[in-house]
C-alpha cells in the first residue's frame, strides 16, 4: 500500500506510513470517543459545536429570550395539573367554552411562548440580523399575558360577552407587537432561504389568526355578518394549526434538524415543493369552507395542504437518511468503525412526525366527514384529532427539540464571555439524559391513555392519562432545572480551576 492509503471495507485499518502521525491520529480519535461515551463534565472546548453557521453575537438578551421559555414551561404544567383536576370535560363538545379554555391555555400560555422564545433566538441567529426591537417584545409579553390569562378564564367561566371581548383585545395587541416586531426584522434580511420564507409566511398567518380570534370573540355574542360562527371556527383553528404552527416548525426545522444530525447533503426540492403547495391549499380550503361548502373546493384544498405536509416529512426523511456517521462502534489500536448513530432528542422527534401524519389522516376524516354516521356526530373523531395535533405530535416535538436547544441557551448564557479561557462543559453533558428518555417515555404513554379514553370514553382511562402527562411535565421541568445547575455549578468549578 501506498503511504496514508486505507484498506476499502467497514474498517478503518492503520496507516502503514508515515506511522508516528497517523497512529496519534488513531490515538486523537479514540481519546475524543472515550470523552464523549464517560461523559466527563468537564472539557477544553472553545465553543458548542452547534454554533458553526449561527450568528450568536446577533441574538437579543438572555432574559428575554429564558422569560418566555420560562412561562412555556410553567403553563405546561399549570395546563396537565388543570386538565386532570377537571378532567371530565374532555368529554364535551369539541367547541364547548371550557374545552375552548384548555386550548387556549396550551396553545397561548404552552406552545406560543415557547416559540415565542425560540424565534427571538433563532431569527437574528439564522438571518444574520438584529431583532428590530427588544422593549417591544417585552411590551407584548405584557399585553399578551393580561389578555390570554383572561381570556382563558372567560372561557372557562361562559363569560363570552363583555370579559372575552376586552381581553381578547388586549392579547390581540400583544399579538401584533410580536406580527410588528418581526416584520421590522425581516426588512433587514439580504439574501432569503426557505427557512426565512416560512417564518415570513408564519407571521403573516399569524396575523390572520388572531384576526379572526378577536372576530370572532365579538361574534359568537353580537352576531355581525350572514355566517355563523361554528362555520369560521375551523378557519381560524388551521390559519393557526398550518399557517402558523406548521410553517414555523418547517422554517425551524430545515435549519435545525441538519445540524443535530450532521446531515450536509440531502435534497431540498421537497421542502420548496411544501412550501409551494401550502398556500394555495390553505387558501383555498378557507374560501370553501365559507363560502362554497357544497363545491368541491375544500376537498382539493386540503388535498393540497396533505401534499405540501406530506412532501415536508419526506425532507424530513431525506434529512434523517443522509445523517453523518458519526458513533464509533469499535475503538482500539488498530481499528475504528463509524456508524450511524442519533442522539435521544431526535429519535422522539422522528416519533412526532410519524404521529403528524396519524393526525393529518384524523384531520382527513374530519374534513371530509366520515365521523358524520357516528352517534356523536364525529365529536370523538374531532377531539382524538386535537389531542394528537397538541399532545403526541406539537407537544412531543417541542420536547424532543428543547432537549438540544435548551443546554446550547444556557451554554451560550454561561460560557459565551469565558470560554476559551477556563474549563467548559459539553452541551449535552448537561442534560441528565436517562431521566429525560424516561420522562419522554412516560410523557408517550399518558398521551396513549388520552388517546384511547377519548375513543372509548372511559373517564377513569383519561384521568389516568393525564395524571401521567402530569408526572411528565414535571419531569420536563425538573430536567431543565437541572440543565441550569449543572450549568452553574460547571462555570464555579471552570473558574476555580
Same mark, same amino acid.
Given at each position: 500500500?501506498?503511504?496514508?492509503?486505507?484498506?476499502?471495507?467497514?474498517?478503518?485499518?492503520?496507516?502503514?506510513?508515515?506511522?508516528?502521525?497517523?497512529?496519534?491520529?488513531?490515538?486523537?480519535?479514540? $481519546?475524543?470517543?472515550?470523552?464523549?461515551?464517560?461523559?466527563?463534565?468537564?472539557?477544553?472546548?472553545?465553543?458548542?459545536?452547534?454554533?458553526?453557521?449561527?450568528?450568536? !453575537?446577533?441574538?437579543?438578551?438572555?432574559?428575554?429570550?429564558?422569560?418566555?421559555?420560562?412561562?412555556?414551561?410553567?403553563?405546561?404544567?399549570?395546563?396537565?395539573?388543570?386538565?386532570?383536576?377537571?378532567?371530565?370535560?374532555?368529554?364535551?363538545?369539541?367547541? !364547548?367554552?371550557?374545552?375552548?379554555?384548555?386550548?387556549?391555555?396550551?396553545?397561548?400560555?404552552?406552545?406560543?411562548?415557547?416559540?415565542?422564545?425560540?424565534?427571538?433566538?433563532?431569527?437574528?441567529?439564522?438571518?444574520?440580523?438584529?431583532?428590530?426591537? $427588544?422593549?417591544?417584545?417585552?411590551?407584548?409579553?405584557?399585553?399578551?399575558?393580561?389578555?390570554?390569562?383572561?381570556?382563558?378564564?372567560?372561557?372557562?367561566?361562559?363569560?363570552?360577552?363583555?370579559?372575552?371581548?376586552?381581553?381578547?383585545?388586549?392579547?390581540?395587541?400583544?399579538?401584533?407587537?410580536?406580527?410588528?416586531?418581526?416584520?421590522?426584522?425581516?426588512?433587514?434580511?439580504?439574501?432569503?432561504?426557505?427557512?426565512?420564507?416560512?417564518?415570513?409566511?408564519?407571521?403573516?398567518?399569524?396575523?390572520?389568526?388572531?384576526?379572526?380570534?378577536?372576530?370572532?370573540?365579538?361574534?359568537?355574542?353580537?352576531?355581525?355578518?350572514?355566517?355563523?360562527?361554528?362555520?369560521?371556527?375551523?378557519? !381560524?383553528?388551521?390559519?393557526?394549526?398550518?399557517?402558523?404552527?406548521?410553517?414555523?416548525?418547517?422554517?425551524?426545522?430545515?435549519?435545525?434538524?441538519?445540524?443535530?444530525?450532521?446531515?450536509?447533503?440531502?435534497?431540498?426540492?421537497?421542502?420548496?415543493?411544501?412550501?409551494?403547495?401550502?398556500?394555495?391549499?390553505?387558501?383555498?380550503?378557507?374560501?370553501?369552507?365559507?363560502?362554497?361548502?357544497?363545491?368541491?373546493?375544500?376537498?382539493?384544498?386540503?388535498?393540497?395542504?396533505?401534499?405540501?405536509?406530506?412532501?415536508?416529512?419526506?425532507?424530513?426523511?431525506?434529512?434523517?437518511?443522509?445523517?453523518?456517521?458519526?458513533?464509533?462502534?469499535?475503538?482500539?489500536?488498530?481499528?475504528?468503525?463509524?456508524?450511524?448513530?442519533?442522539?435521544?432528542?431526535?429519535?422522539?422527534?422522528?416519533?412526532?412526525?410519524?404521529?403528524?401524519?396519524?393526525?393529518?389522516?384524523?384531520?382527513?376524516?374530519?374534513?371530509?366527514?366520515?365521523?358524520?354516521?357516528?352517534?356523536?356526530?364525529?365529536?370523538?373523531?374531532?377531539?382524538?384529532?386535537?389531542?394528537?395535533?397538541?399532545?403526541?405530535?406539537?407537544?412531543?416535538?417541542?420536547?424532543?427539540?428543547?432537549?438540544?436547544?435548551?443546554?446550547?441557551?444556557?451554554?451560550?448564557?454561561?460560557?459565551?464571555?469565558?470560554?476559551?479561557?477556563?474549563?467548559?462543559?459539553?452541551?449535552?453533558?448537561?442534560?441528565?439524559?436517562?431521566?429525560?428518555?424516561?420522562?419522554?417515555?412516560?410523557?408517550?404513554?399518558?398521551?396513549?391513555?388520552?388517546?384511547?379514553?377519548?375513543?372509548?370514553?372511559?373517564?377513569?382511562?383519561?384521568?389516568?392519562?393525564?395524571?401521567?402527562?402530569?408526572?411528565?411535565?414535571?419531569?420536563?421541568?425538573?430536567?431543565?432545572?437541572?440543565?441550569?445547575?449543572?450549568?452553574?455549578?460547571? $462555570?464555579?468549578?471552570?473558574?476555580?480551576?
Amino acid at each position: 500500500m501506498e503511504g496514508g492509503e486505507r484498506v476499502p471495507g467497514p474498517y478503518l485499518e492503520k496507516p502503514m506510513k508515515p506511522p508516528a502521525q497517523d497512529e496519534g491520529a488513531a490515538v486523537s480519535e479514540c $481519546e475524543r470517543t472515550v470523552r464523549r461515551q464517560t461523559g466527563g463534565l468537564l472539557s477544553k472546548l472553545p465553543l458548542p459545536q452547534t454554533t458553526e453557521g449561527l450568528a450568536v !453575537h446577533r441574538a437579543p438578551s438572555s432574559r428575554l429570550v429564558f422569560t418566555y421559555l420560562g412561562c412555556g414551561v410553567a403553563s405546561f404544567v399549570v395546563l396537565a395539573l388543570w386538565a386532570l383536576l377537571t378532567h371530565e370535560a374532555i368529554f364535551n363538545f369539541y367547541a !364547548h367554552p371550557e374545552l375552548l379554555a384548555w386550548v387556549h391555555l396550551a396553545v397561548l400560555g404552552w406552545i406560543n411562548c415557547m416559540i415565542f422564545g425560540v424565534l427571538f433566538q433563532f431569527l437574528p441567529v439564522a438571518l444574520n440580523v438584529n431583532l428590530a426591537s $427588544e422593549r417591544l417584545a417585552w411590551w407584548q409579553l405584557g399585553f399578551y399575558a393580561f389578555g390570554g390569562i383572561g381570556m382563558i378564564a372567560s372561557f372557562w367561566f361562559g363569560r363570552v360577552d363583555w370579559p372575552l371581548h376586552s381581553f381578547a383585545t388586549f392579547l390581540a395587541v400583544g399579538f401584533y407587537l410580536f406580527n410588528w416586531n418581526l416584520f421590522k426584522t425581516f426588512r433587514k434580511v439580504r439574501r432569503w432561504s426557505l427557512t426565512g420564507l416560512f417564518l415570513y409566511s408564519a407571521n403573516l398567518y399569524l396575523l390572520v389568526t388572531v384576526t379572526l380570534g378577536l372576530f370572532l370573540s365579538v361574534e359568537m355574542s353580537y352576531p355581525m355578518v350572514g355566517i355563523a360562527h361554528m362555520i369560521i371556527l375551523p378557519v !381560524h383553528a388551521h390559519f393557526g394549526l398550518v399557517g402558523w404552527f406548521f410553517c414555523v416548525i418547517a422554517g425551524v426545522g430545515l435549519k435545525l434538524l441538519p445540524m443535530f444530525l450532521l446531515t450536509h447533503d440531502h435534497p431540498k426540492w421537497p421542502g420548496w415543493a411544501a412550501f409551494f403547495l401550502l398556500h394555495p391549499g390553505l387558501l383555498l380550503w378557507s374560501a370553501g369552507v365559507v363560502f362554497f361548502r357544497e363545491s368541491p373546493l375544500p376537498a382539493i384544498g386540503y388535498a393540497l395542504m396533505a401534499l405540501s405536509i406530506g412532501a415536508w416529512l419526506l425532507q424530513v426523511a431525506l434529512i434523517f437518511r443522509s445523517r453523518m456517521r458519526t458513533g464509533v462502534e469499535v475503538c482500539g489500536a488498530e481499528r475504528i468503525r463509524k456508524t450511524r448513530t442519533m442522539e435521544f432528542p431526535m429519535r422522539f422527534a422522528a416519533v412526532a412526525f410519524v404521529v403528524m401524519g396519524l393526525a393529518l389522516a384524523a384531520g382527513a376524516a374530519v374534513v371530509f366527514g366520515f365521523g358524520s354516521s357516528l352517534p356523536d356526530g364525529g365529536n370523538r373523531l374531532t377531539l382524538l384529532y386535537g389531542v394528537l395535533v397538541f399532545l403526541p405530535f406539537l407537544s412531543l416535538l417541542i420536547q424532543a427539540f428543547f432537549y438540544r436547544i435548551f443546554p446550547f441557551l444556557v451554554w451560550i448564557h454561561r460560557f459565551k464571555d469565558t470560554a476559551g479561557h477556563i474549563r467548559t462543559p459539553k452541551v449535552k453533558d448537561l442534560v441528565p439524559a436517562g431521566r429525560a428518555v424516561t420522562q419522554m417515555i412516560v410523557f408517550m404513554a399518558g398521551c396513549g391513555l388520552l388517546c384511547a379514553a377519548v375513543v372509548s370514553e372511559v373517564r377513569l382511562l383519561a384521568a389516568t392519562g393525564l395524571a401521567v402527562i402530569l408526572v411528565s411535565a414535571l419531569g420536563f421541568a425538573w430536567n431543565l432545572g437541572t440543565v441550569w445547575v449543572r450549568a452553574r455549578a460547571a $462555570e464555579e468549578a471552570g473558574r476555580i480551576a
